[in-house]
């Protein structure tokens, strides 16, 4: 009797110990978003390409990079710097994929007052349209600019949605523009 006794408040106050440190393991971090921009593009895939698939030059097209320094090339690994409104972030290129006329590349440093998020991989891709048009289509995976569980509003999920949401359609745009002489 005794010992039942002891076990049941010395269970009791343990138990209660380990549902309060378990709670905060079970609080959900960040997820990963997605979004994506599509363009069709009267010009021939391998012309659109020979503008996208320069890693260095997205500074030519792309209207919200006002500039980019490079080093690199377009091997895996080569890093650029964009300049934006509101400052500046790294990209390292992953993957050029010539054939598929594909270019993959993550944010290696991040800021967020230039853009709401922590992290990002993209695609850019060139596809065939047929009729001597083309596909361009930017998207991406990312995570908003404040990983814990409560962001501010300016770094929250839906901040970074509509951040990179507007940087892929201006990009598509830009690239849409420039590869048909506008």
Same mark, same amino acid.
């Given at each position: 009797?005794?010992?039942?006794?002891?076990?049941?408040?010395?269970? %009791?106050?343990?138990?209660? %110990?380990?549902?309060?440190?378990?709670?905060? $393991?079970?609080?959900?971090?960040?997820?990963?978003?997605?979004?994506?921009?599509? $363009?069709?593009?009267?010009?021939?895939?391998?012309?659109?390409?020979?503008?996208?698939?320069?890693?260095?030059?997205?500074?030519?097209?792309?209207?919200?990079?006002?500039?980019?320094? $490079?080093?690199? /090339?377009? !091997?895996?690994?080569?890093?650029?710097?964009?300049?934006?409104?509101? /400052?500046?972030?790294?990209?390292?290129?992953?993957?050029?994929?010539?054939?598929?006329?594909?270019?993959?590349?993550? %944010?290696?440093?991040?800021?967020?007052?230039?853009?709401?998020?922590?992290?990002?991989?993209?695609?850019?891709?060139?596809?065939? $349209?047929? /009729?001597?048009?083309?596909?361009?289509?930017?998207?991406?995976?990312?995570?908003?600019?404040?990983?814990?569980?409560?962001?501010?509003?300016?770094?929250?999920?839906?901040?970074?949605?509509?951040?990179?949401? !507007?940087?892929?359609?201006? /990009?598509?745009?830009? %690239?849409? !523009?420039?590869?048909?002489?506008?």
């Amino acid at each position: 009797m005794i010992f039942a006794a002891l076990c049941r408040h010395a269970v %009791l106050p343990a138990l209660g %110990l380990l549902l309060a440190l378990a709670a905060p $393991a079970q609080a959900h971090g960040p997820t990963p978003q997605k979004a994506e921009a599509k $363009a069709a593009v009267a010009a021939a895939p391998d012309a659109v390409w020979k503008i996208a698939g320069d890693f260095a030059g997205i500074g030519a097209w792309h209207p919200m990079v006002k500039a980019v320094k $490079a080093k690199g /090339g377009n !091997a895996a690994g080569a890093e650029r710097v964009l300049v934006l409104e509101k /400052g500046e972030i790294t990209d390292g290129l992953d993957d050029v994929d010539t054939a598929q006329r594909s270019l993959s590349w993550r %944010l290696n440093t991040e800021n967020v007052e230039a853009m709401p998020v922590s992290f990002y991989t993209i695609t850019l891709s060139v596809s065939d $349209a047929g /009729g001597g048009k083309s596909e361009v289509v930017m998207a991406g995976r990312f995570y908003r600019g404040d990983t814990s569980n409560f962001p501010p509003d300016e770094l929250n999920d839906e901040a970074a949605v509509a951040a990179m949401t !507007a940087f892929f359609e201006a /990009g598509v745009n830009g %690239l849409k !523009a420039k590869a048909e002489g506008k």
